[in-house]
Structures are given as structure tokens and as C-alpha cells.
């Protein structure tokens, strides 16, 4: 069973194995909690993406997939970047999201990490609805089968704090 918890705050400032980053297909950074992690990590990180550009990911990495870099100085041991996709109000793209989460998991199983921290993934800049964004990673997490023991999703204010907790309890 996979302990879920909430906290309201910065995931830059998690205690936790694996990070998880929402990224761009790019990998190369953004802003939000992308430009977050890539500030604190440090440069070790940005290395570890165009390493992972160069070898893997030439075109980019695809929407709803996921791959593990060092965590650089974060105090955890990866940082997992999962590309979300962008809130289309005409197209459900809410597979492509759960799929975030799922191919987090996995990642994070291949890693051995036992304490995950996810952002609300394309929550902010990528527009998705905060109460839908929610729903999918609440029932995501609880639907899939993973060896990691504590999810803790990390919000960054209270509204989106609400969002989870309203799906969660
Ligand atoms: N800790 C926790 N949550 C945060 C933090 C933080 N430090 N900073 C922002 N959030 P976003 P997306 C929240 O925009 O929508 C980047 O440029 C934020 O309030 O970071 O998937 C990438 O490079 C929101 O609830 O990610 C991509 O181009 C949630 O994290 C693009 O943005 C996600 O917001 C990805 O957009």
C-alpha cells in the first residue's frame, strides 16, 4: 500500500528519494516548478538532461513519459522529469496526464525509491483545471500498482492545497 500525503510548500524543499519535475519535452528547463528544481539542483542537473537530450531524446521527451536525472543538491537522490501535456478545453488529454504519474511510479521503481514527491503537473503554465488536475493524480496514484510507500504531492498554495485534499478525504 502507498501512503499518500499532502504538503503545502515548495517541493524543492522535500526530504524525499525522487523529486518528480514538470518539465518540458526539452528538458533543458522552464519556469515554474521546472525553473524551481533547476535553480536549487544546480547545474548537475541540467548536465544530466542534455546528456539524456543527446543520447535518448533527440526530438525531445514525449508528453506523458518520464526519465531520471541526478538530483544535484537537492536533498534527494533524483529528480524525475515528466512531461505534461497542455489543457486543451477541446481534446481529452487527461490520459497523457495520468500517464505523468504512472510512468513516475515506474521510473521511480526502476530507481528503487521508496518517497516520492509530486507537483501538481500541468497545474500551473500548462493551464490544466486545478479540481481536474487533482482528480486525475489522486485517482492515478491510488490505481496503480507501485513499491514506492509515500507519494506526497506538494502544493504550492492553498488553493491547489484544497484541490487535493477535497480528492483525497
Ligand atoms: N513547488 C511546488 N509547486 C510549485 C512550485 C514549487 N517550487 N512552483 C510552482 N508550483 P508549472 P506545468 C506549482 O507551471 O503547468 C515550465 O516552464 C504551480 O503553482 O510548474 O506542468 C516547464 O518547463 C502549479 O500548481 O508546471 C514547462 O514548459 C504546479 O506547480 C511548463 O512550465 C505546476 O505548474 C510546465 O507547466
Not at 517541493?11 to 528547463?29: E, M, P, R
Not at 526530438?59 to 489543457?87: N, R
Not at 488529454?93 to 503537473?121: H, N
Request: proline fraction near 3%; hydrophobic fraction near 45%.
Amino acid at each position: 500500500m502507498t501512503t499518500i500525503t499532502l504538503v503545502q510548500g515548495d517541493i524543492t524543499d522535500q526530504s524525499v528519494d525522487a523529486i518528480v519535475n514538470a518539465a518540458n519535452s526539452s528538458l533543458l528547463g522552464g519556469g515554474g516548478v521546472d525553473g524551481a528544481i533547476h535553480r536549487r539542483g544546480g547545474p548537475a542537473v541540467l548536465q544530466d538532461c542534455r546528456r539524456l537530450r543527446a543520447s535518448h531524446y533527440g526530438k525531445g521527451l514525449p508528453t506523458g513519459q518520464a526519465v531520471a536525472t541526478t538530483a544535484g543538491e537537492l536533498d534527494a537522490s533524483w529528480v524525475i522529469h515528466t512531461v505534461g501535456p497542455v489543457y486543451s478545453a477541446t481534446e481529452d488529454r487527461s490520459a497523457l496526464l495520468a500517464s505523468c504519474y504512472r510512468e513516475s511510479l515506474r521510473v521511480a521503481d526502476e530507481l528503487g525509491a521508496r518517497t516520492v514527491a509530486f507537483p501538481a503537473v500541468s497545474a500551473g503554465i500548462y493551464g490544466w483545471p486545478l479540481d481536474d488536475a487533482a482528480r486525475i493524480a489522486v485517482e492515478t496514484v491510488r490505481s496503480t500498482r507501485t513499491a514506492v510507500e509515500e507519494v506526497a504531492f506538494v502544493l504550492f498554495d492553498e488553493r491547489a492545497y484544497d484541490a487535493f485534499a477535497a480528492r483525497l478525504h
